[in-house]
């Protein structure tokens, strides 16, 4: 043995599980499936109104042109030689009359190629009269849409200051004045003015004093609602300089420079740039004006510079302006778009030549902003073209970088800008590449990694105006577009739902039902299984509360190319199938129909055992949108037509059963709180449905258990049938009213709340309370829902007195007919729920136990007036923790710290506070207004928002250089080195005596016999035996934190773990009531709460009064076995959240120990109550699964390990027995024991047994009140006596014994002193 010491200890190794996955850390642990924005009332789910609610047009235009050529105005002394050109037309080289119309029409021209269909009317030299009068006509023509108003006022006097403008009388012999405040009486609002004149700030002044005053007229107005009105505010003022500018006179420069900087800006922007390019000496004006191409089409010249302009001002505009100013000037209304991205040309220009020009709603300067140096860049490589280009033949035109140097420049941003969230100034240019097929999958690529940023990058996406072009690209067959488009499409609807109409025009949604059918043309989209699941997706949101969606879908065939992926590898593609078939039947009877008829529903229940606890929950809400109620049947239909509905609802309650008996089957028995809490859910569908059938099953049950009172229930018709299927919905939701998932527990105990609520409400239901007082117990569960506790007082208990509560018999109706579902009936009575009578057992008549029938009773609004409830029982919705009986189950002793209770209750309060708010979210209305007893699911909601999150990039937990990862990294390598250097690699292990106590932990309570030392953290847990679980630092002695673990009265935890603990580690607690509770942020008395609970075992247990429920851990393979007074061990994978393994106990005793191999968990190791090891290999079919028994031990066996046995394999079994005997076996080479040592004297009781994983090193407790420590040679190395000394070591009787996994250190928990004692070899 001193070799296999040896080699023990130069064998140990960093342990493997330092690098492993972590458990219970996934999304569906945070919150069991409730959305944020339920929990969080500053969640980001807003999309922001980027929609223009009131898209106006300009259907009309005037244009006032008051030039009287050849007669300066009085108040404008002209310089010689001066501008003088008007739209380009220069008015001298003709003769006055038809300059003006030659002019006008030029204008009106110039108009038309923002807004072609527009009605146009030009006012050419106009007096008073004819201006009022086209003013009053176009308002009456366009009735409330945008009338354009320009004004030339070149050949007349400047504005006044009072706000006048100047035309003419009819004999042209004077001037006269228009006032604004006239203007804006026949105009109307909305309406948009350009005043191209001196002085033109006047005007603005003006229009802003008489706007104010109108709102104050109409404001005062009695009358006001009855008269419409539009505010002046709502107008739009283009001005081409303030209230003391001139206008520029410059010759080189047109008359009507800012009409022209609005009206043909790239003609204006030319000539400006090359007056002041050395450069471009040979380039002219009537060069300029012959530029090839078309401005709308962007393959030539001058249309590819018009689209470098569009996207460059818009871009100035976006970066510069509030986002809801853009939105109104650049996307409510193409003329106005246009003439503010040319305005910012305009201000560019004239304030080079000191002219100021103005406009309302006021802009920032933009003159000056950046951008406008690429517009430079891209003239002049144009303009050097184009001597070339005007040659005969022309040179073939060499198109600009431009588009492409911004790309790049977007992609840069995404390497770098989203780390401070800035938005990016090229993301209108992107929108405008979008327009080029040559650019536009890479500007598609670059978007879509845009919007994975999070909801708002898509948000600005929206605001800048990217859906229209998205939603047109849908009509583009080009396969390569696909992948990316379906990408971009999921992220926008995740945010923004309100696009339903917007898919169902031009079919755009048959665009993603193609994707999910072809199966040919999708070698271009890679993870196709990933985009299909986002074609669901978008599908999901297509038919959500949209009747024409869901119709559609049907149409197009949708639930049958659904059911082909129902057995897809990609669980999100299985689940978003579930999530898109529940949306498309939902509310929608024709559509459940075709499911039902094309047993659909039967593919789908197969999805309820499926790996993923995301696809089960999302097959229960598909099993959930199929309840639906049945067609009505009219007497007056024909007979053949009743008989097909009668027909057709005998077919589809069938199907309906059979979905929710398999529903009742998996999830009961399902690990995950999201699971059971869509079957709570589901269940409520079918009471809602078929509440008079559940009330009939009810009454039968209170009537059978005595609850009601000397009156019987009976119904007018005097039926008393009682249905076998809703006499298991009635019972599973007994059973989900005790679950340890408090959510789940409070939703299920709704239901049944408002199932008894008439009973209540007539008086016909005796007050708990007398129940309580003539009854052993009342009813929590059907054995079977869940577990039975292991002592008989766990929620799901099967003690009821000598016998068991008749309504667990369901009472069949005489004139019932067998079921044809006999497998299904099977199962269910094999989870004790169904039509199948069940046995009665002895029980003890002196256990109580928690009553959660009675719970929803007392959870019931407004019945504390109707009958009284004892003192005891759990705290409940309305009821105050401390003030209920919980608050005293739980209560604190007398000498805890009064500021631990003060966190302690404030904590449970706001963990109770979070649960009302989960549980409301649920609830919802009926059509009377009241809370309706059928539940809302989360599902969809909830899903949703993982589209909301980043797909493209790593979680930070695993991405390199953030934050989590380096934090995960550092934890990594302190437990490599803590390992390395721990007690395990030490020679001098083997020579340990711990015979220093450094510390000396103190409990209120007693911490019973179980405590845990964290591998890596000065942390020790302890169970009390008031239910509680305690976190000690064992380094400094303090106590971080205490919760409750919330069981039963009477019942206890037996089992204490830490999982994931080379990471953020959590706590396992496992009680003889059955149920397992993780628990995450243990050491936060503020955030501890719990991650996941479950009924861990669901068989009938005996009463042994020494029954516990044993669990150990296996971190590598994620599981967690389960054993106990069971005829079963179970195996659960706590990442599928399922039991994926039932290992037959070939032993009739009760399991006390359990062990799995440290290296691939295939095998375990059980000891019993009666001394016998059994050997299981989980590889072998589970009723051949013992390999090896070991029956040495007298009595009970109180810990097993399998030890490193010097060669790094775990083959050493160690054990022993209350008798004293501490044996070891060689599992490879028989079963006789190679070794044994006597731990204690003869007649001595042997409490407690530590066996360290890796280092050979035994400690056992006795009831005599020492702890005597071996190595495996049997060397007795120390006694720690209860008084050694003066100022020794003192312990009381020894409850449990641990061992630090590498420090050394030995932690001794005492059953009479309530305390916990550390000892070490080193002072």
């Not at 699941?533 to 949708?558: T, W």
């Not at 105050?880 to 608050?887: E, L």
Request: proline content about 6%; some cysteine; glycine content about 6%.
């Amino acid at each position: 043995m001193d070799e296999q010491v040896a080699a023990a200890v130069a064998a140990a190794a960093v342990p493997a599980e330092l690098g492993m996955y972590s458990f219970v850390v996934d999304r569906r642990h945070d919150s069991c499936g409730v959305p944020k924005h339920a929990q969080d009332a500053d969640a980001d789910t807003d999309s922001g109104d980027w929609r223009m609610r009131e898209r106006l047009k300009t259907v009309s235009v005037a244009l006032v042109l008051c030039l009287n050529i050849g007669i300066d105005p009085p108040d404008v002394l002209k310089t010689i030689p001066c501008a003088k050109t008007e739209c380009w037309v220069d008015p001298l080289s003709l003769p006055p009359q038809k300059a003006l119309e030659t002019i006008g029409k030029n204008l009106q021209q110039q108009y038309e190629v923002w807004q072609p269909r527009a009605r146009y009317k030009s006012l050419l030299d106009p007096s008073v009269e004819e201006t009022k009068k086209a003013c009053l006509s176009l308002r009456k023509n366009a009735k409330d849409e945008r009338i354009l108003f320009h004004y030339n006022g070149h050949g007349v006097p400047k504005p006044t200051k009072g706000g006048e403008i100047w035309v003419f009388n009819r004999s042209y012999t004077q001037y006269l004045p228009c006032s604004i405040y006239d203007l804006q009486t026949w105009l109307g609002s909305p309406c948009i003015y350009v005043f191209d004149c001196s002085n033109a700030g006047n005007i603005l002044n003006a229009f802003d004093r008489f706007s104010i005053q109108r709102d104050e007229e109409h404001a005062n107005n009695p009358d006001r609602d009855k008269i419409p009105y539009i505010s002046m505010k709502e107008c739009i003022l283009l001005a081409a300089c303030n209230a003391t500018d001139t206008l520029p006179m410059n010759p080189d420069l047109p008359a009507d420079l800012f009409t022209c900087c609005l009206t043909t800006p790239i003609e204006i922007a030319l000539r400006w740039f090359v007056s002041h390019s050395p450069l471009l000496d040979g380039i002219t004006a009537d060069m300029i004006m012959k530029i090839p191409g078309q401005l709308n089409d962007r393959r030539t010249a001058l249309g590819e510079l018009n689209w470098i302009f569009t996207a460059i001002t818009d871009t100035i505009a976006w970066n510069m302006l509030p986002h809801d100013v853009f939105k109104k000037l650049f996307r409510q209304d193409l003329m106005v778009a246009a003439l503010f991205r040319n305005f910012l040309l305009a201000e560019r220009i004239m304030r080079y030549y000191h002219c100021s020009p103005l406009s309302h709603p006021p802009l920032p300067s933009t003159h000056q902003h950046p951008l406008w140096s690429s517009w430079d860049l891209a003239a002049e490589l144009c303009l050097h073209q184009l001597p070339e280009l005007l040659k005969s033949p022309p040179a073939e035109y060499q198109h600009s970088a431009f588009f492409s140097d911004q790309l790049t420049a977007f992609e840069v941003w995404l390497s770098k800008g989203p780390i401070a969230q800035s938005h990016p100034e090229q993301l209108p240019i992107v929108l405008q590449v979008l327009l080029s097929q040559v650019h536009r999958l890479r500007a598609l690529m670059l978007l879509s990694r845009f919007l994975d940023l999070g909801p708002w990058s898509v948000k600005l996406a929206l605001s800048v105006g990217i859906f229209p072009y998205v939603l047109k690209l849908l009509q583009s067959p080009a396969a390569e577009l696909k992948p990316v488009l379906v990408f971009i499409w999921a992220k926008i609807l995740a945010l923004d739902s309100s696009c339903q109409n917007d898919l169902l025009k031009d079919n755009g949604f048959t665009y993603f039902i193609n994707i999910l059918t072809n199966n040919n043309n999708t070698s271009m989209i890679p993870n196709i299984a990933e985009h299909r699941a986002m074609c669901c997706f978008i599908l999901c949101v297509f038919c959500h509360h949209f009747r024409f969606g869901q119709e559609a879908c049907v149409k197009n065939e949708l639930l049958h190319t659904l059911a082909i992926h129902f057995e897809d590898e990609d669980s999100l593609l299985r689940q978003w199938v579930c999530i898109s078939l529940a949306k498309t039947v939902e509310g929608f009877p024709a559509a459940r129909d075709i499911c039902f008829k094309d047993g659909l529903h039967r593919q789908l229940v197969l999805l309820l055992g499926d790996d993923s606890a995301e696809v089960r929950s999302a097959a229960l809400f598909a099993v959930g949108a199929l309840i639906q109620p049945e067609q009505a049947v009219n007497a007056q239909q024909p007979p053949a037509v009743i008989a097909q509905i009668q027909q057709r609802t005998k077919l589809n309650a069938s199907a309906v059963e059979l979905c929710v008996c398999r529903a009742i089957i998996h999830g009961l028995i399902d690990a995950s709180p999201l699971v059971r809490k869509e079957l709570v859910i589901v269940l409520s569908k079918v009471v809602a449905l078929q509440e008079d059938r559940m009330a009939r099953t009810a009454a039968t049950v209170l009537r059978n258990e005595k609850f009601t009172k000397e009156d019987p229930i009976v119904y007018e018709d005097g039926a008393e049938e009682v249905n076998g299927f809703m006499m298991s919905v009635y019972k599973a939701l007994l059973g989900l009213s005790a679950d340890p998932y408090p959510l789940v527990a409070l939703l299920a105990r709704h239901v049944v709340d408002m199932i008894h609520a008439p009973f209540v409400a007539a008086g016909k239901v005796n007050a708990p309370v007398s129940v309580l007082n003539k009854r052993l117990s009342s009813v929590a569960a059907a054995p079977g829902i869940g577990s039975p506790g292991l002592n008989g007082v766990g929620p799901s208990s099967g003690m009821y007195g000598q016998q068991q509560p008749s309504y667990l018999q369901p009472t069949p109706s005489p004139n019932s007919k067998p079921r044809k579902s006999n497998s299904v009936q099977s199962d269910l009575s094999s989870l004790g729920i169904g039509s199948a009578s069940i046995r009665s057992r002895d029980a003890s008549p002196s256990v109580k136990r928690h009553s959660s029938f009675v719970n929803p009773f007392k959870s019931f609004q407004g019945l504390a007036s109707l009958v009284s409830f004892p003192a005891g029982g759990s705290a409940l919705a309305g009821q105050d923790p401390k003030n209920s009986g919980q608050g005293e189950r739980y209560g604190t002793p007398t000498n805890r710290n009064s500021k631990m209770v003060g966190m302690e209750e404030d904590s449970k309060r706001g963990r109770k506070t979070d649960l009302l708010k989960s549980a409301r979210y649920h609830m919802q209305l009926g059509p009377d207004g009241k809370e309706s007893i059928c539940l809302k699911s989360t599902v969809y909601e909830w899903n949703v928002e993982y589209f909301r999150e980043p797909q493209m990039k790593l979680p930070d937990i695993e991405a390199p250089g953030s934050t989590q990862y380096n934090e995960k990294l550092w934890r990594f390598e302190q437990t490599k080195k803590f390992a390395n250097s721990s007690l395990a690699r030490s020679m001098e292990s083997t020579k340990l005596k711990f015979d220093h106590q450094v510390n000396f932990l103190r409990s209120d309570n007693n911490p019973g016999k179980h405590i845990y030392f964290h591998s890596f953290e000065p942390h020790l847990l302890g169970a009390d035996d008031a239910d509680g679980v305690i976190v000690y630092n064992w380094e400094d002695g303090s106590r971080i934190n205490w919760f409750s673990n919330s069981n039963p009265v009477g019942s206890r935890i037996t089992s204490l773990r830490f999982i994931n603990e080379n990471d953020i580690a959590l706590i396992v607690t496992g009680s003889d009531e059955g149920m397992v509770r993780v628990y995450k942020n243990y050491a936060s008395q503020e955030n501890c709460e719990l991650a996941t609970s479950w009924r861990a075992v669901n068989e009938d247990l005996s009463q042994h009064s020494r029954s516990e429920l044993i669990v150990d851990w296996h971190q590598k393979s994620g599981s967690l076995l389960v054993a106990g007074d069971l005829r079963l061990i179970r195996v659960w994978d706590m990442e599928k959240e399922l039991c994926v393994q039932d290992i037959a106990n070939k032993n009739q005793q009760a399991i006390t120990a359990l062990a799995s191999d440290k290296e691939d968990g295939r095998l375990l190791v059980a000891g019993y109550a009666d001394g016998l090891l059994n050997l299981y290999d989980r590889r072998v079919p589970t009723n051949e699964s013992v390999v090896m028994s070991f029956r040495e031990h007298p009595s009970r066996v109180l810990n097993c390990k399998l030890q490193n046995d010097g060669t790094g394999s775990y083959h050493t079994l160690v054990s022993g027995s209350s008798a004293g005997d501490v044996l070891f076996w060689d599992i490879r080479s028989g079963q006789k024991a190679q070794q044994k040592i006597s731990a204690v004297p003869a007649g001595v009781e042997m409490t407690a047994l530590a066996i360290h994983d890796d280092t050979p090193l035994i400690a056992c407790g006795s009831n005599t009140e020492y702890i005597r420590i071996f190595n495996v040679n049997g060397m007795n190395l120390n006694t720690i006596r209860f008084n050694d000394g003066l100022l020794g070591s003192r312990i009381g009787h020894v409850g449990c014994v641990a061992f630090h996994p590498y420090k050394d250190l030995l932690a001794a928990g005492t059953t009479n002193n309530a305390s916990i004692c550390l000892f070490s070899s080193q002072p």
